[in-house]
């Protein structure tokens, strides 16, 4: 059975446990899946109504691409699981000789590598769904709005954690080329992306408190 497919408590028991996988990774996948997906609970209770007919096709195309996303993210658990395993047969390798050692480490660094790929898209996928959340806060219904500020806040933790497993794998990677190119564009990304989260919250308070 796939990570993503066990139950909400099966998932969290074996988050807990001592098992490498899932870890951070796919709980940031999760997490960003749930966001966007509050997304589109948002879209639904849109569309249809008179009272917001003016962005019926805005709010349809938003969906769209939400549902995407989402199984974007939900996919993800399980590619997250299958990248970290590389790595972790690479730190059980041999190290006695000079040879083993050079082995090792060319191993390693590709592996490392491997490790960034999903949490590299995590940041990237969770960016797309915050700024359909952005455009969505002017345009779902009213009712559901305090909805768009749970989604936007766990797209916000989600973004976050993606690149907090970025990080914790080019800390080691030696090219230095490659992690200055994924550390720049996920910076940008993340700094970017919990900016607009902290708007689109804002407006959710605005609109909470009138």
Known sequence: ????????????????????????????????????????M?????????KYAEYEESVKSILEKARSLEKDLLNMIDEDAQCFLPLSKAYGLPSS???EKKIKAETMESALKTACEVPIKIVKVCYESIKLHEDLVDKG???????????????????????????????????????????????RLVEDGVRICDEVYKKVEIALNK
């Not at 490498?20 to 589109?40: E, N, Q, R, Y």
């Not at 948002?42 to 008179?50: D, F, H």
């Not at 907090?164 to 994924?182: F, P, R, T």
């Open 141 to 187: 219904s009213r009712l559901a709005i305090s909805d768009v500020g749970v989604g936007v806040q766990c797209l916000r933790a989600a973004i976050l954690s993606g690149q907090l497993n970025v990080v914790i794998n080019i800390n080691s990677i030696k090219d230095e080329q490659y992690v200055e190119s994924v550390r720049t564009e996920v910076n």
């Open 42 to 50: 948002v879209c639904n209770l849109t569309i249809g109504k008179k």
């Open 1 to 40: 059975m796939k990570i993503a497919q066990k139950s909400c408590i099966d998932f969290v028991d074996v988050l807990a446990s001592k098992s490498a996988v899932p870890g951070g990774g796919g709980a940031a996948a999760l997490t960003g899946a749930i966001g966007i997906a509050l997304g589109s």
């Open 97 to 99: 000789t000079e040879e």
